[in-house]
Structure formats: C-alpha cells, structure tokens
C-alpha cells in the first residue's frame, strides 16, 4: 500500500504562482512514476505532469508545459508541484497519484491523494 497526502492548495490571480506538495509513505520502490493528475467539474481527471520515482523521466501535459515544473525531495520523501503563470482554466482539484511505470491515463493509476483544490481568478 502506498498512502499519499496532498498540501499547498488554494486560491491565487492569474499570473500568480502555487507550490503543491505530496508525502508518499508505504511501499513505494523504483519501480513506481509518481504525479498530478487535475479534475475540473464536469470534466475527466487529466494528466499533469510526472515522475518516475528515480528520478530519471519526467512528462508533462501540454497544456502546463513551460509553466509547472515537478520536483522530488528524496530526503523527505516528497513531490513537489511549481506552477507558475496560472491561468484561470488551470482552475480544478489537483491530485497526487502513483503508478507503476510512467501513466497518463486516470485508470492506470494505482493510488490516489485526497486533492487539494486550486482556484486562479482572473
């Protein structure tokens, strides 16, 4: 079991700046990617960006990329989300996921975060 819990949520303007963070905790090894996936209502949850575990693959969206960036902290066992120049569509629950191998698709994914909502105001 692995056991995900997301921070760092809220409402910022646009063009402003969030940092979202996930502490993984429980069995996770190399082998699993870790990421954000992002659901607005009425809409799927999409994929954001991710990583795999060891460092070595990173994959964003295209909608994010060259705006959030996707960290991981070894020591503390965290994963952090920068997301920069938000726009108003950025707007959703933000969800912190872990796979086996990299997976861009929500029904790939083996374990969910709780979410942390983000709103961007325009």
């Known amino acids: 079991q692995v056991q995900l819990v997301e921070s760092g949520g809220g409402l910022v303007q646009a063009g402003g700046s969030l940092r979202l963070s996930c502490a993984a905790s429980?069995?996770?090894?190399?082998?699993?990617?870790v990421g954000w996936f992002r659901q607005a209502p009425g809409k799927e949850r999409d994929f954001v960006a991710a990583m795999s575990w060891s460092g070595g693959s990173t994959r964003y969206g295209d909608s994010v990329k060259g705006r959030f960036t996707i960290s991981r902290d070894n020591a503390k066992n965290t994963v952090s989300l920068q997301m920069n120049n938000l726009k108003p569509e950025d707007t959703a629950v933000y969800y912190c996921a872990v796979s086996t191998g990299l997976r861009y698709r929500f029904y790939e994914i083996d374990y969910w975060g709780q979410g942390t909502q983000v709103t961007v105001s325009s």
């Open positions: 429980g069995r996770i090894s190399s082998t699993h990617a």
